[in-house]
C-alpha cells in the first residue's frame, strides 16, 4: 500500500494539541470574564444606579470591572486590560516602520509617527501654536488661563504641569538623579545632565548665524545674539539702565542695593562680584596665573594688560 503524502501525523498531532490548548485558553478567559460581570452583581447595581450610571455631563459611566492584578488599576473592557499588561510584561508589538522604535499600544505608536510627518493636529484657539499630542495643548492651555493645578506641599508654589513640580520637589528633598558618568557630576534635570556632558564632549550645537561662534547651550547663543541686534530687553528700574542679559542685571541691581554676596573665608572682605572675590583670594593664596612673555606675573589681567603697555610687550 503506497502512503499518500502529505503533513506527518507527529505534526498534525501537534497542531490539534495547540489549537486546543488555544481554544481551552479562550473558553477559560470568557468563563473568567463572565465571573467577574455576574460576581457581586446586585451590590455594584445598586452603588451604580445610585451615583455613577450618570456623570456631572449626564453621560454614562460604565464601571470598571476589570482589574489588573499587578498594579490594581481598573478597565471596563477585557480587551483594554490585555493592551495594560504589555507595560508589566514588556512587550511592545506597535513598532515604527521608519525607526523601528517599539510601543505597547496602537495609539502611542500614532502619536510617535507625527515626529517623522511633522503632523500638529492639536492646535491653540487662542494663539494658533499647534501640537502633536493633546496633552501637550493642555498644558500650553495653563499659559493663557494661568490656572497652575500643582501645587508643592512644601512651600505652596504651584505650576502648570506635574512635571516642573516633579523637578521643583528636588530642591526640598536634595535628590538629584541624574548623574554625569565621567566626573560625579549630579542634577535634578536630565536637560542639566545633557548640557553638562558637553563639557567633556566639546560639542557646541547652537551656531550664530552671522559669526559662526558656537555654544553648548541654547540660552547662551540667545544671549549672544544680542550683540549682534543690540538687543537689551533686561531693565534697571531705578536708573533704566539695560542689559542684554539677565545675570548682567542682577550684578547691576547690586550697584544700587549695596549687596556683596559673596564673602572671603579668610578676612571676610565682600563684594558683589563673583569674580572680584576670585581676584581678591589670589591676594592671600599668592597665585599669579597672568604671566607675561617676560616672565612678569600678575594677580588679574589689567594688571598684565597694564603692564603690557607700558612695557611695550
Known sequence: ???????????????????????????????????????????????????????????????????????????????????????????????????????????????????????????CHVCEKAFSESNNLTKHLRVHSGEKPYKCHVCERAFSDSSTLTKHLRLHSGEKPFKCHVCEYACTTSGSLTTHLRVHSGEKPYKCHVCEKAFAQSGDLTSHLRVHSGEKPYKCHVCEKAFARSDHLTRHLRVHSGEKPYKCHVCDEAFARSGTLTSHLRVHSGEKPHVCDCGKAYTVRAGLNYHKRTQNH
Open 1 to 123: 500500500m503506497v502512503r499518500k503524502k502529505g503533513i506527518p501525523i507527529r505534526n498534525l498531532r501537534n497542531n490539534t494539541v495547540q489549537i486546543l490548548t488555544a481554544r481551552v485558553e479562550i473558553l477559560e478567559r470568557e468563563e473568567r470574564e463572565r465571573i467577574r460581570a455576574t460576581e457581586g452583581n446586585q451590590q455594584r447595581q445598586n452603588n451604580t444606579n445610585n451615583n455613577s450610571n450618570n456623570n456631572n455631563n449626564g453621560k454614562r459611566v460604565r464601571p470598571k470591572r476589570h482589574v489588573c492584578h499587578v498594579c490594581d488599576k481598573g478597565f471596563t473592557s477585557l480587551s483594554a486590560l490585555d493592551t495594560h499588561m504589555l507595560v508589566h510584561n514588556g512587550l511592545k508589538p506597535f513598532k515604527c516602520h521608519v525607526c523601528e522604535k517599539a510601543f505597547t499600544s496602537s495609539g502611542n505608536l500614532k502619536t510617535h509617527l507625527r515626529v517623522h510627518s511633522g503632523e500638529k493636529p492639536f492646535k
